[in-house]
Structure formats: structure tokens, C-alpha cells
């Protein structure tokens, strides 16, 4: 299966916000990335604030490692772009830090 793009996603809370910003500002100015607005509730199948970060799937081998070790600690789930919303947020997931719930229910309705 190929895709175009991939998303990450950068969860935080009132505590990390901070380092969020951080990663947020850092990925914008060594990446060729397109950077979601800031989600200070959760939305959709995810179950922290978070925000999205797309980019070309051309990116992948420099953009992920790069996050592997830049992450700050925050959780991030990265994943392709399919057809399938609901495989592409679990079966083709990868995550940094710690895993987070993902609402399925949502991701069922919308496949």
C-alpha cells in the first residue's frame, strides 16, 4: 500500500504545552511540514489535546528518526494516510513515548 503523506500527532497537556510549543516551532523550521492548529481538548478518535503535523511521505526517513529523538518526551503517534482512517490510527501506527487510547468507535463510523 503507498500513500502521498503521513501525520503526526502531538499530544500534550497543561504541563507540556511548553515543550509542544518547542517541537512544534522546531519541526516548522527543519521540516517542509504542514502544522495543524493547537487542540486543547480532545477531538476525534483522540483521547488528549493534541495537534497534526502532515508531511510528505518523501520526509519520512529524515522526519521520524529525527522525532524519535526530539520528541521531548511527549507522545506522538505517526501513521499513514489510506483509505482506512481506522487501520491507519492502529494497524499502521507507529508512536513515540507512551501510547495513548484511541477512540475506535469514532474511527468505525468514518471507514
Known sequence: M????????IYYDAESKKNASL????????FEVELGRWRDEPVGPHSKP????????ELFPTLVPWLSFNHRGLS???HPNTNDSLEDHTEYALWLGNQL????NFLKNRT
Open 101 to 104: 487510547a484511541i477512540q475506535k
Open 23 to 30: 517541537l512544534r516551532e522546531q519541526l516548522s523550521s527543519n
Open 50 to 57: 493534541m495537534y497534526q503535523v502532515k508531511f510528505k511521505s
Open 2 to 9: 503507498e500513500t502521498v503523506y503521513y501525520h503526526a500527532h
Open 76 to 78: 506522538v503517534l505517526i
